[in-house]
């Protein structure tokens, strides 16, 4: 055999061992719930924060149980909207990219375990790519509001810089939140080309209690980075809340049931109208229509019960009667021993 073909023959060995495992992970049942698996985000600053939600269509006959969010690096993070998905419904899983430390074109995997109530159990990949820019850089990469009272308002800035600038300008900010607000200052243009903005972002007294994940698009005269991504997250703390915020719960063997409590409080009697994400082993009482000021859920997972073994995550959605209060989100963790 001559050596062009002996490296044609090993070219195409390495193309079926290519393309085999790839094509059974195709075939993966799981995969097709996913209305897309890879986003990527064009170009970005440095040190950004960026996202994009997946939208995952529960076309089973049965409920679906989102396990696990697994990254491939310690620069994304990724967070469910709902622990379990009914048939019909939808959910999204949301995958986050820090670009600090990173320069160029950059790709990681956001690992998302499901499991089906029938015990069928597979693995999704998610893929993110950011090509991540040299000259513009975010400090910091996002605004982080923390918890914040209602009726409160809150400030915080973060800086834009570029290098070898001199024509470069932004014309408008873009943002569909009501609940904050935002303002763009130019505060430095050198004739080296270096130029630096101010960006001003508030929360407004009056913005609804609950998570707020926003995005302010800084719009540029620059074709090749046209728009620049501005993350802000937050908080906002209202009447009513929950104790506490994570709820872990230990290990969990087939001998055993385990318990846990959250405490929800409020300055005003008020009802729990409903509690979603029991079940596979879950359960949540009392659910008793009672109106007082505090309340005490009781989580409890049965192995016997579940159909999952490993590291489990719940998310309760409880709703209750309390004017402007939108549902609480409740997590419990435990580990089903095998």
């Known amino acids: ?8 023959a090993l070219t195409g060995c390495l193309a079926v061992w290519l ?38 269509i529960n076309r089973m006959g049965e409920p679906v149980t989102i396990l696990n969010l697994r990254p491939s690096c310690g620069c994304t993070s990724g967070q469910a909207s709902a622990s379990v998905v009914n048939p019909g419904q939808s959910a999204t899983v949301e995958a986050q990219m820090d670009t600090r430390n990173f320069l160029g074109e950059k790709s990681t ?8 109530a029938s015990g069928r159990e597979a693995e999704v990949r998610l893929h993110v790519t950011s090509h991540i820019l040299a000259d513009i850089v975010l400090n910091p990469g996002s605004v982080d509001f923390g918890t914040v009272v209602k009726g409160q308002s809150a400030t915080q800035s973060i800086t834009i810089d570029r290098i070898n600038g001199a024509n470069w300008r932004f014309e408008r900010m873009v943002s569909a939140s009501r609940a904050i607000t935002a303002q763009l200052v130019e505060t430095k243009r050198e004739p080296s080309g270096a130029v630096q903005y101010r960006l001003d972002v508030g929360i407004k007294p009056d913005a609804p209690a609950g998570p707020l994940r926003d995005e302010i698009q800084l719009l540029s005269n620059d074709r090749e980075t046209r728009s620049i991504p501005v993350m802000v997250t937050g908080w906002v703390r209202g009447d009513l809340t929950a104790s506490p915020s994570l709820l872990a719960m230990g290990e969990a063997t087939s001998a055993e049931a385990k318990q846990g409590k959250f405490i929800i409080r409020s300055s005003q009697p008020f009802a729990i109208t409903a509690v979603d994400g029991a079940g596979d082993g879950f359960s949540v009482a009392p659910l008793d229509g009672q109106r007082k000021t505090m309340h005490i859920l009781t989580v409890a997972y ?3 019960d579940g159909t999952t073994r490993g590291d489990l995550r719940r998310i309760f959605r409880v709703s209750t009667d309390v004017p402007g209060e939108p549902p609480l989100d ?3 963790t435990i580990h089903a021993a095998p």
């Open 330 to 332: 409740l997590t419990a």
């Open 302 to 304: 049965k192995p016997e």
């Open 1 to 8: 055999m001559t050596r062009r073909r002996m490296i044609a």
């Open 19 to 56: 393309v085999g495992p790839a094509t059974v992970h195709a075939a993966n049942w799981a995969d097709s719930l996913f209305v897309e698996r890879s986003h990527h985000f064009g170009p970005v600053p440095r040190g950004a924060k960026v996202k994009h939600e997946f939208t995952l």
């Open 109 to 116: 995997i956001l690992f998302v375990t499901l499991v089906t």
